[in-house]
């Protein structure tokens, strides 16, 4: 029956620790990269000048958002083992107001209340089980399943790397000039919108387009900023 019932659909994973900060890690080096060299172009001519700003800058980005990521989700981790933990205590000290307790948030979800106390006298026989159940349904995590930082950590650098490195690389192939870099960047751009869309709900062309002005804006305002500073010959 429940093969049956999973047969016509699947879910993607959710819960996982990579997606977000490799998502995120790519477009903000993508976008601040792409920001900072037309800003850095917009001052100078200098190509050695444009690429040195784009190299600082995908290695500080990089470093920088990796350790970010690390100590966010290590905190965050810690903080939801802190409180598994007490739940932990809880399950030892006073089993039988815990046991009321899920059988209570059962009967709320609508559950007969003598269903609900049976189903959860049967989950707390187990230790391990009624921890997870009532860490599930209390915090919305599972003891198991915790995000690691170290993963959250390496998806940020290396996404961060591989999407500021994109306007940097006409550059480092000795193009001068902002166009290529500015066509190389707004490419990838909308693809990298559009490849987000395979996990959202959204359209390919509305991610896309969505992802792409957001880039331009923060390039346009920055080459502006660049352009007046090298101006005013400050």
């Given at each position: 029956m429940s093969d049956r019932?999973?047969?016509?659909?699947?879910?993607?994973?959710?819960?996982?620790?990579?997606?977000?900060?490799?998502?995120?890690?790519?477009?903000?080096?993508?976008?601040?990269?792409?920001?900072?060299?037309?800003?850095?172009?917009?001052?100078?001519?200098?190509?050695?000048?444009?690429?040195?700003?784009?190299?600082?800058?995908?290695?500080?980005?990089?470093?920088?958002?990796?350790?970010?990521?690390?100590?966010?989700?290590?905190?965050?981790?810690?903080?939801?083992?802190?409180?598994?933990?007490?739940?932990?205590?809880?399950?030892?000290?006073?089993?039988?107001?815990?046991?009321?307790?899920?059988?209570?948030?059962?009967?709320?979800?609508?559950?007969?209340?003598?269903?609900?106390?049976?189903?959860?006298?049967?989950?707390?026989?187990?230790?391990?089980?009624?921890?997870?159940?009532?860490t599930r349904t209390e915090l919305g995590v599972s003891p198991g399943e915790l995000p690691s930082p170290m993963l959250a950590a390496v998806s940020s650098l290396l996404s961060f790397a591989v999407g500021a490195a994109l306007p940097l690389l006409p550059y480092l192939f000795g193009v001068s000039g902002l166009a290529v870099s500015a066509v190389v960047s707004c490419v990838a751009l909308f693809a990298a919108g559009a490849v987000v869309s395979a996990v959202t709900a959204r359209s390919w062309w509305y991610s896309g387009l969505r992802q792409l002005t957001v880039g331009a804006v923060a390039a346009g305002v920055t080459f502006a900023v660049g352009n007046l500073i090298g101006a005013a010959g400050l």
């Open positions: 019932a999973e047969a016509h659909h699947q879910h993607r994973d959710v819960t996982g620790g990579w997606l977000r900060p490799s998502v995120f890690g790519a477009m903000d080096g993508l976008v601040s990269n792409f920001a900072l060299i037309a800003g850095v172009a917009g001052g100078t001519a200098n190509t050695r000048v444009i690429a040195l700003g784009g190299v600082a800058g995908l290695a500080a980005g990089a470093l920088s958002m990796a350790g970010g990521e690390y100590v966010s989700v290590a905190s965050q981790r810690e903080l939801a083992q802190a409180e598994i933990a007490v739940e932990r205590r809880e399950l030892a000290r006073h089993p039988d107001d815990e046991r009321a307790e899920l059988a209570q948030s059962f009967a709320d979800k609508g559950v007969a209340p003598d269903l609900a106390a049976e189903v959860a006298r049967q989950i707390s026989e187990n230790p391990d089980r009624a921890l997870e159940v009532h």
